[in-house]
């Protein structure tokens, strides 16, 4: 048997509403359990926005591109290139980088 309820539109908004936050709430406690890295807001927002993920996260990382270069192996000037998006960099040179900054290669796509 169908049963139907009517309810007010800002009553079914809030449901919607509640609804979004508890999956949300949902994936987080599922990232935190398999030990995912939480990333600021504002250094997502500057990927949104369109800035190189290189640079985002070595900003995140609190690392110059200096300390970048030494750790990864790749030429500062190589990395320069690819924040400024003049390059876009070989996939072997993106995982030198992905590995020094302790993220995996899709992060850096």
């Not at 504002?42 to 070595?58: N, W």
């Amino acid at each position: 048997m169908n049963e139907m309820i009517t309810i007010t539109r800002a009553e079914y908004d809030r449901l919607r509403e509640a609804a979004e936050d508890l999956a949300d709430i949902a994936a987080y406690d599922r990232a935190i359990a398999a030990g995912e890295e939480s990333i600021p807001s504002e250094y997502v927002d500057r990927m949104i926005d369109g800035e190189s993920p290189v640079r985002v996260f070595r900003d995140l990382r609190g690392l110059s591109q200096t300390a970048l270069a030494a750790a990864s192996g790749v030429n500062r000037v190589q990395i320069a290139d690819i924040e400024a998006g003049r390059k876009t960099g070989s996939v072997a040179t993106l995982r030198k980088l992905a590995d020094a900054l302790a993220v995996t290669l899709d992060d850096l796509a």
